[in-house]
């Protein structure tokens, strides 16, 4: 057989490979996003300041990349501003912000690139708070470290702790959920327990004020079956399918129509057909058995994708698909005694497409753009490797797929941008520094397949992917 024809059919399997891969799982940080996909690699987009994206720098990026090239990947969980990843080999990894010990590797620095906490192959379940995480081990016991002035690590202190530390009192814990400062665990007896700071009631312990530092039980009830924290409130669901919510309610986040804070679960509504809950900062949603999604709380960025930006106090059907498998709204942090975290990703069938909408400043979106959505924009080409045509920040690239030339066209006349293209196998084919509004590369003598391409400048990246055809 010919060889280049040999080569040509590799690229084709390769590139039909990277298409055909789906969205298992996405989680939305504070103004960034991070997916798993179904070959088990990482991806993420949006802001970058603290290295969240995993890229080894601090660029934003506008639609997806992957963190590495490791196909591995088990599970995701982020944080304001870092994020904590399992492997199948049940080895844990974070990487982001680490003001505070949320890395779990015995310093302050922030990392850039996935880092591996400890030696052990023993994890099973993680979870980030704003700026502190939770894991558990395969034998149900509870891991704690970060950031602790609330107590909400669950080691009867308010010390901060740089490596996991083990909590609780049993090995009967089943799932953890870390708020701003405060955390939720559900054991497998079907309690709930709370730790942590207490203004908005979020405990659910029958008060307003205070902080615990130690797990206290929420209630008596023993039919909890899921949970969700969001910055100072609580979701979580029965075994009978009936949502429940506590803690502060200033935007209507907890779904009762009014803007109460309230200090214990109450159910939200009568309905009983409700199979996965997310609490996001001041947003929340929830998605039934006939796979619809609702939504409520604060929408000042169109984070509920209702097609506005009005407050919605009690759950509200967004849109009429019946699609739905997956949903996380934006991780809050404080700043400035503002809660951000404004955006929301979920994932649809039948082609687990991630749709995004709300806030997209940093590009946390991921569409290439940097415009805001109210409306949740469903990017079948994300991700995918191909696409119409790129845009980010005004660069469109053209024709896609390409034969003879590729076109390079800028919104405004750039300069000192410098344009890098690889092949699949990350070999440089083209360097050049554009100037002007309009460039033009000759490609006619490349190899058919899949290329990457990026300008850069002093101070930003852009990435995106074209094919060149025969």
């Not at 055909?20 to 799982?25: A, I, N, P, R």
């Not at 076109?407 to 520094?433: P, W």
Request: with cysteine; glycine share 12%; hydrophobic share 35%.
């Amino acid at each position: 057989m010919n060889r280049t024809f040999q080569i040509l059919i590799v690229l084709a399997i390769i590139s039909l490979s990277t298409y055909s891969q789906t969205w298992l799982k996405v989680s939305c940080g504070g103004d960034f996003s991070v997916g798993l996909r179904s070959d088990s690699t990482l991806w993420s987009w949006g802001y970058n300041y603290n290295g969240q994206l995993g890229h080894g720098d601090t660029l934003r990026q506008s639609s997806p990349m992957q963190i590495g090239t490791d196909h591995n990947w088990a599970d995701i969980a982020t944080g304001a501003f870092h994020c904590l990843a399992l492997k199948s080999d049940g080895s844990l990894w974070s990487w982001g912000s680490n003001n505070d010990g949320q890395l779990g590797i015995n310093s302050l620095t922030g990392l850039y690139e996935p880092i591996r906490i400890g030696t052990g192959n023993n994890w099973k379940n993680i979870t980030c708070g704003s700026n502190f995480s939770f894991a558990i081990q395969k034998d149900s016991s509870l891991w704690s470290w970060g950031w602790n002035g609330n107590g909400e690590l669950d080691d009867s202190t308010t010390v901060n702790k740089l490596i996991p530390t083990h909590v609780g009192l049993n090995s009967k814990w089943l799932k953890v959920a870390g708020g701003g400062e405060h955390s939720l665990a559900l054991k497998s007896d079907g309690t709930i327990w709370a730790t942590g700071q207490d203004a908005g009631g979020q405990l659910g312990n029958g008060s307003f004020s205070g902080i615990d530092s130690i797990f206290t039980q929420v209630e008596s009830d023993t039919d909890w079956i899921a949970i969700s924290a969001g910055f100072a409130y609580c979701m979580a669901l029965k075994s009978n399918h009936t949502i429940w919510s506590w803690g502060f309610n200033g935007n209507g986040q907890l779904g009762f129509g009014n803007t109460f804070n309230e200090d214990f679960p109450l159910q939200i509504g009568t309905d009983s057909d409700w199979v996965k809950i997310a609490a996001g900062s001041c947003h929340a949603f929830a998605i039934k058995a006939d796979s619809t999604l609702y939504g409520w709380g604060y929408n000042g960025y169109g984070q509920l994708g209702d097609g506005s930006t009005t407050q919605q106090n009690s759950p509200e059907l967004i849109g009429t698909d019946h699609s739905w498998i997956d949903v996380s709204p934006a991780r809050g942090y404080l700043q400035n005694n503002v809660v951000p975290g404004t955006h929301t990703c979920g994932i649809k069938t039948p082609t687990n497409v991630i749709c995004a909408t709300g806030n997209n400043w940093a590009g946390q979106l991921g569409d290439g753009m940097t415009v805001n959505e109210d409306q949740f924009s469903c990017n079948t080409n994300v991700g995918s490797g191909i696409v119409e045509i790129e845009k980010s920040y005004g660069i469109t690239v053209y024709p896609n797929p390409a034969t003879t030339v590729l076109n390079i066209h800028t919104q405004l006349s750039i300069v000192n941008c410098q344009l890098t293209i690889t092949d699949l196998l990350g070999t440089e084919v083209y360097k050049e520094m554009l100037t002007g509004i309009d460039n033009t590369i000759t490609i006619s003598t490349w190899n058919a397949g899949l290329y990457f391409y990026e300008v850069r400048s002093n101070s930003s990246s852009i990435r995106g992917k074209f094919v060149k055809e025969l």
